[in-house]
């Protein structure tokens, strides 16, 4: 049986480059498709052997300043509600921020499933922000860096459970 993993947090976190390293080439959609829904996007994620569906969350970026906290919210309660498990991403180099707090408490009210994953962790600067990701109760934080492809075997071991 497969499962579906949402990828959620506030925007710039690394959501989509986590969702392309998972989906690979097998997505059918593209940012700059017409005619298709950009909110959220789903993929088929393959981990070494595991094989599950995938939604980022996006669409968020051109929301102006005064809506993006409600849009932010509506929209990741849509992917939760989608999905078996939860990915929050949080920027382990700009540490734990307010946006981040408000994701967490939709995840802890809401969510069955929640893994916290630290990205940006690459390097010694993000080692602060990986300890900080424990004072959101989420459990412990997944090291990653998604754009150098690090934390995918934490990841995985996270996942292979549900699998
Ligand atoms: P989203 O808004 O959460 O979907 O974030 P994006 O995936 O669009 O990434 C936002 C920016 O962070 C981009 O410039 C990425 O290249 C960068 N980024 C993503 N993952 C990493 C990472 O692991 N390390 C670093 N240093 N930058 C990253
Ligand atoms: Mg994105």
Known sequence: MSFTLAIVGRPNVGKSTLFNRLVGKRL???????????????????????RF?????AGLEDATDDSLEGRMRKLTERAVDMADVCLFLIDAR???TALDEMFAEILRKRADHVFVAANKSEGSAADAGVLEAYSLGLGEPIRMSAEHGEGMHDLYTALLPLA
């Open 28 to 50: 059918a959609l593209v940012d700059d498709q017409p005619g298709v829904t950009r909110d959220l996007r789903e993929g088929d994620a393959r981990l070494a052997d595991l």
């Open 94 to 96: 700009a540490g734990v």
């Open 53 to 57: 569906t995938v939604i980022d969350t």
